[in-house]
Nanobody, 115 residues
Framework: QVQLVESGGGLVQTGGSLRLSCALS????????LGWYRQAPGKQRELVAD???????KYADSVEGRFTISRDNAKNTVYLQMSGLKPEDTAVYYC?????????WGRGTPVTVSS
């Protein structure tokens, strides 16, 4: 079992920045990939960014160059640094951890970008 707890969401103006955190606990050694997803009202959940254990990253086209995913192994935490925020980035952001057996999700943290 892997537990994930997101934090850092909030209200920010267009052009602002936020850093989301996802604290990991449990069977962390079984994790082979981490990611951030988001779900806006009335829309499907979508990938924002993900990272393999080897450090390879992938970003949605809509956030490329503005968002950065990173991991601090000493703190068992994965981050999503978001800058140049736009109203269309408004969503609930979820942390995700993949093992060979299943995928785990946090409960999400809301981000609202005002215009």
């Amino acid at each position: 079992q892997v537990q994930l707890v997101e934090s850092g969401g909030g209200l920010v103006q267009t052009g602002g920045s936020l850093r989301l955190s996802c604290a990991l606990s449990g069977s962390i050694l079984n994790i082979n990939g981490l990611g951030w997803y988001r779900q806006a009202p009335g829309k499907q959940r979508e990938l924002v960014a993900d990272m393999t254990n080897g450090g390879s990253t992938k970003y949605a086209d809509s956030v490329e160059g503005r968002f950065t995913i990173s991991r601090d192994n000493a703190k068992n935490t994965v981050y999503l640094q978001m800058s140049g925020l736009k109203p269309e980035d408004t969503a609930v952001y979820y942390c995700n951890a993949k093992t060979n057996r299943r995928t785990y999700w946090g409960r999400g943290t809301p981000v609202t970008v005002s215009s």
